[in-house]
């Protein structure tokens, strides 16, 4: 401020409490901010559009046309220089990562990847069966994808600590995108699923995920985990029970409620606790915290504790079965259901299924592409984010590679469909588990597949004694957790319009199908988004000029775009209304403006006009200029130092008119 000037300064807008810190003296040569002043250099080209370049410098190159076969041409060095870039070394080992970490595997690796990979198979054999009751499949179809996804991974995958295969959230989506139509939808579910994955990661399609925030992310994720528990209860009551969403689930449960069986409930509800039971006892540790510190005893008996806790799902299985088969080896009927006979063996290698026969007539590729409708895009897109997510959780500060996820998420699911698996992603319990267990390197995903292919060459028999409340229980067991009650309280002191989006994606996600819900909670994650760009901060101060004149500088935080132009119109004109000032709009924060912008700039100067006020635009970029500009706007004055500033407050400055007087004779 000049001496004997004086400061008022008032914020409008959002941004409650933020003050803003009190502008420095404007000086000659410097901006009202006191930075110094670059003029603006123009040089003319005949090469490229309008270039900008940094804060007020910028260069103003004019384009020639150019004809087809000179566009053309240009295109040509652009892709030899795109396949140049991609058959760099850097590249090959970027997609093909085994590339990097094999050479440096040693033993202490192979015995981390070992002890891993045959605890994750431990884990993923019962989760692959009952996750197949979740996606309302025969209970091989989950095994059948739990091997040779784990296998590709090996080579393509960028995360050590995720081993791909079947998932509660996949399982679900495929229950509803499927309706109940056959295996062969949801082979081809997965070979489509793959597909989209593939090309995302190809076309660089992955930023679309980053419109998932994390309320909506856990409001649906938290839908999920009900939903999936509540297409348990039916197993768990030994009734039948159909539905997609969770009031039709409900409605279809108590309408079948009065065909309870006994024993169903009452070994389903011991499973559950004997679980959750199990659960803990892997957290139990005897003696000190530090390992280093504790005799041998006690590192075997935690060693111990630790296995069965982690074990616990196929501890269970084993034990049910044998339970199962107790009763029925006679040929006698077990007093609960049974999975039933499972197919002995591998799946045959062979392509996906692009037509089914129903009845006597033949669905070609179309009609069973129309009948999964809006699943084909909404699965592969939960599968990425859920396995990203996943990635992130375990990088330990390191970058995760999006896109090499995306192909490898891809390559995975197209390989599982030749085998006749529904689509599958990287597993939160599963990947826990495997970085608990010491994990080195993607190669154990090896001994899990190896794990599970003989389960299916020697076991399969065995797995048809396995009680179905049994599954149930593992999955309920497993996915409870799932709920994220815990991030209500940081959301709520944090921003508690957070809450908002999450709760509406909660809801309905519970309501309505999946892909609706979910679509719903993103809709309304963005109006809120486009909400907070539409009342930007606005912040006001009283200055004098050099030449001694006061003017009101406005100070809008964020750019001018259709939501928010108005708004920022009201705040300039109620307030040059009451100052009766010139006004100066500080745009240094102004990226970027749209039509709508300079239609209401062109109104805003007009109204300035008619009351005989100046509004003046201080450090305007080029390209924002260049659209204000585009509605040729009367009075519109841009000014880039203080010098310019003091000369058209003295070009345009009203003025004072003489004071009255009376003159009196006696």
């Known amino acids: 401020m000049t001496p004997g000037g004086s400061t008022d300064k008032l914020e409008m807008g959002m941004g409650g409490g933020d003050n803003a810190p009190p502008t420095p003296t404007p000086s000659a040569g410097s901006t009202p901010t006191g930075t110094p002043i670059v003029k603006p250099q123009r040089k003319y080209s005949t090469r490229t559009p309008a270039v900008y370049i940094g804060s007020t410098d910028f260069i103003l190159e004019e384009e020639v046309e150019r004809g087809p076969t000179e566009k053309l041409r240009a295109v040509v060095p652009w892709v030899k220089q795109r396949v140049r870039r991609a058959c760099t070394r850097k590249m090959l080992y970027r997609r093909l990562p085994i590339l990097d970490w094999l050479p440096r595997y040693n033993r202490s690796d192979f015995l981390g990847d070992l002890v891993a990979g045959i605890t994750v198979g431990l884990t993923v054999i019962p989760q692959s069966l009952a996750y197949s ?25 960028s995360c050590k600590d995720v081993p791909m295969g079947p998932t509660a959230i996949t399982a679900l989506l495929v229950y509803q995108s499927v309706h109940g139509a056959g295996p062969e939808y949801a082979v081809l579910l997965c070979f489509l699923t793959g597909v989209v994955q593939l090309l995302m990661g190809i076309l660089g399609l992955g930023f679309i995920i980053d419109f998932v925030s994390g309320p909506v992310s856990s409001g649906f994720t938290s839908a999920v985990a009900i939903i999936i528990v509540s297409t348990q209860v039916k197993d768990i009551l030994g009734i039948k029970a159909s539905g997609s969403t969770f009031v039709s689930i409900w409605t279809s449960v108590f309408e079948d409620i009065q065909n309870t069986r006994l024993w169903d409930p009452i070994l389903g509800i011991i499973c559950i606790v004997v679980l959750l039971l199990m659960r803990m006892v892997a957290n139990v540790e005897l003696g000190p915290s530090d390992s280093e510190k504790q005799s041998r005893v006690q590192r075997i008996i935690n060693s111990s504790l630790w296995l069965i806790g982690t074990s616990r799902n196929a501890i269970l299985v084993v034990v049910t079965g044998v339970l199962g088969y107790h009763f029925a080896k006679d040929g006698a009927e077990a007093p609960f259901k049974v999975i039933g006979n499972i197919p002995p063996g591998l799946p045959t290698f062979q392509a996906p299924p692009f037509s089914v026969v129903r009845g006597n007539d033949t669905l070609g590729f179309v009609d069973m592409v129309t009948e999964l409708g809006s699943g084909i895009i909404v699965l592969p897109l939960v599968a990425l984010l859920e396995n990203i997510a996943i990635c992130k959780a375990f990088a330990n500060g390191k970058t995760v590679d999006a896109t090499q996820e995306m192909l490898a998420l891809g390559a995975c699911n197209i390989a599982c469909s030749l085998v006749q698996a529904f689509p599958g992603s990287g597993s939160l319990s599963r990947s826990a588990v495997n970085n608990s267990s010491g994990v ?10 190896l794990l599970v292919i003989l389960a299916l060459l020697f076991f399969t028999p065995y797995f048809a004694y396995i009680p179905k409340t049994a599954l149930a229980a593992v999955i309920i067991a497993a996915v409870v957790f799932m709920v994220e009650v815990r991030v209500v309280a940081p959301i709520w002191r944090s921003k508690k319009s957070d809450l908002i989006p999450g709760a509406v994606t909660f809801v309905a996600c519970l309501v309505l199908a999946l892909e609706v819900g979910i679509v719903i909670g993103i809709g309304t994650n963005l109006v809120f988004i486009l909400y907070h760009a539409a009342r930007p901060k606005i912040s006001m101060i009283i200055l004098k000029s050099q030449g001694g004149v006061d003017y009101m500088l406005l100070t809008p935080d964020r750019c001018l775009i259709f939501p928010s132009v108005d708004y920022v119109r009201n705040i300039v004109t109620k307030y040059s209304i009451k100052q009766n000032n010139p006004v100066v709009i500080d745009c240094s924060h102004i990226y970027g403006a749209d039509f709508t912008a300079a239609k209401v700039i062109e109104s805003l100067t007009q109204d300035f006009s008619r009351r005989g006020q100046t509004l003046f635009f201080y450090n305007l970029k ?4 260049a659209v204000f500009e585009g509605l040729q706007p009367q009075d519109f004055h841009v000014y880039y130092n203080e010098a310019e500033l003091d000369e058209l407050l003295k070009k345009y400055q009203k003025p004072t008119p003489p004071p009255s007087s009376i003159s009196i004779q006696l």
């Open 440 to 449: 080195r390197t993607p190669l154990g995903g090896l001994y899990t597949g």
């Open 622 to 625: 080029p390209s924002v200029v």
């Open 133 to 157: 009751n979740v996606a309302g499949l025969p209970a091989q179809y989950g095994l059948y994808g739990s091997f040779l996804g784990c296998l590709l991974y090996i080579f393509l995958g």
